[in-house]
């Protein structure tokens, strides 16, 4: 058994256009995997049909089909697939077993990964794996334990690159510690490790942080006269960003014209970051350039790019353009997207424009689309700031009733459910307050000791009794404050 699945993963050269179909399968391992798009449930039943099938598969297939599971962030699949590698005989490369932690830390965890790399045979304890679990300690802002790792590693005299001190400095950007990153770089040098483009990125970030603009500039210099690196896609996009949020519209401008030269694949993605950064400073001509450049390369342009268009129209007060554009994607897409009529249907609602964004939300609605809980948030936000409070009441029930996109709840703010409380102390409208906490209980398994309390003060304001208070707050086990109890006594006659 062994011995036949080496087989399948043994390492060909990248064809397979000449294997027999009776023992391999009669296409690369990855695009069987793919071949009904990047759904989970579909990779899937693929993989199981894999392993189902006893066909084999060169080595190579399956290394390049855990690439594509991870960068398409299907984890569980591609730790399946690894785990069916090493259960049929595939000796795995201490570079396999690197990315085993990592898949095994996003799908079962880190206590998992950490038992998977203690029962590693010591010889592929290397800087690969330690820096496979750091990484992963790093990600789940493990500090205590990223650092003692990081630490170990040093005293086991591992042969370390940029990577680990890269993972550490992102966990400090993380956690609002900007300031330990040019330490770190300091130490970086002092044992000979070469930065990475990675590394001088991250080291701009965290001053930029720190509001040091002269000391990123210092970065991007001593890249340049480094010479192994070239600032790429990611360094000139962090510049003009760092940039932009200094208020430095003509050098974020530069770094946007260093980041289109950078561009030479006329990725998708870089359009719509250039089209934002164009609008982060204001420049409205620029912001139009690129996306007639975008439109040209992209003729069937996809619902992201007019979301992300609309957006930085609307956020330069270009309504005109917007609404334009807005028809534009409209006539050439038959499936309404909620998304993008959110965005006027938003900025309508910000001018005061009640009927417009009215009237889109129902135009969206006969399209196929109906209003999503963002939209229920753009008209509350529209009647809490006009004091309409009933109305605002409803968009709250609706959205809970919605819920959000990826099937979770969703939830008012706290503020929101300070500001609705408010008004019915205010207005001492028990009916109203009490309406709105039933609601409430639809969206949370507990109200919380500041609603209670709200609801005591609306009672009282009222002059209101109760003979049930005391029993409900019981039920609920919330903790009233001195205040509220005082109030909980007033109230709550037997």
């Known amino acids: 058994m062994a011995s036949t699945f080496m087989q399948q993963f043994t390492r060909k050269s990248k064809t397979v256009a000449k294997r027999s179909t009776k023992k391999y399968l009669e296409e690369a391992l990855y695009r069987k995997l793919l071949k009904g798009g990047s759904e989970e449930e579909s990779v899937r039943q693929q993989l199981n049909e894999f392993l189902k099938s006893h066909k084999s598969a060169y ?12 960068q398409r962030k299907l984890y569980g699949p591609a730790l399946k697939l690894s785990e069916s590698m090493t259960k049929r005989g595939m000796n795995k490369t201490v570079s396999d077993q690197a990315i085993h932690i990592d898949l095994i830390a996003k799908v079962r965890g880190i206590a998992s990964a950490e038992t998977y790399f203690i029962n590693l045979p010591e010889a592929s304890k290397n800087h690969l794996t330690y820096g496979a679990l750091l990484n992963c300690y790093c990600k789940a802002l493990m500090i205590d334990k990223a650092e003692a790792l990081m630490d170990k590693m040093k005293e086991l005299n591992l042969s370390l690159t940029s990577m680990p001190y890269n993972s550490l400095m992102t966990l400090y950007t ?28 991250v080291w701009m970030r965290a001053l930029a942080a720190e509001n040091d603009i ?19 896609w990611t360094t000139y996009s962090n510049l003009a960003s760092i940039y932009a949020d200094a208020g430095l519209f003509d050098k974020a401008e530069k770094a946007l014209k260093e980041l289109e030269k950078k561009n030479a694949r006329r990725d998708l993605s870089a359009y719509q970051f250039l089209i934002t950064l164009y609008g982060r400073t204001g420049n409205l001509l620029e912001v139009y350039r690129v996306w007639r450049s975008l439109r040209l390369a992209f003729p069937k342009t996809a619902n ?6 609309i957006q930085v129209l609307v956020n330069l007060n270009d309504l005109p353009g917007a609404e334009k554009c807005f028809r534009e994607w409209e006539s050439g897409h038959p499936a309404y997207d909620i998304r993008i009529a959110n965005v006027l249907i938003g900025a309508y609602a910000k001018q005061g424009s009640l009927k417009k964004a009215e009237e889109l939300k129902e135009r969206a609605r006969r399209s196929g689309a109906k209003a999503n809980a963002k939209t229920w948030e753009i008209f ?20 809970i009733i919605t819920g959000r996109g990826d099937g979770s709840k969703w939830i008012p703010s706290s ?21 709105f906490v039933e609601i409430l209980k639809k969206a949370v398994d507990e109200l919380g000791v500041d609603v209670f ?4 003060r609306t009672y009282a304001a009222a002059e209101r009794t109760s003979p049930i208070m005391r029993r409900r707050i019981k039920m609920e086990n919330v903790e009233l404050s001195e205040q509220g109890r005082k109030l909980l006594d007033g109230i709550s006659v037997e």
């Open 304 to 309: 992201i790019s007019y979301l992300n268009m």
């Open 453 to 456: 309390e709200s609801l005591l």
């Open 174 to 201: 993380k956690i609002g510690q900007p300031e330990k990153i040019p330490s770190i770089i300091q130490e970086m040098k002092a044992s000979d490790i070469l930065p990475d483009s990675y590394t001088y990125n």
């Open 415 to 435: 503020t929101v459910v300070r500001e609705l409380m408010e008004h019915f102390e205010k207005k001492k409208d028990v009916e109203g307050a009490e309406g």
């Open 380 to 399: 509350l936000d529209y009647y809490l700031r006009n004091g309409e409070i009933k109305p605002a009441v409803e968009c709250v029930e609706n959205a």
């Open 59 to 70: 080595k190579w297939e399956a290394d390049h089909s855990l690439k594509l599971l991870r």
């Open 214 to 232: 002269t000391g990123v500039e210092r970065v991007i210099d001593e890249m340049k006269r480094d010479g192994r690196v070239s600032g790429d």
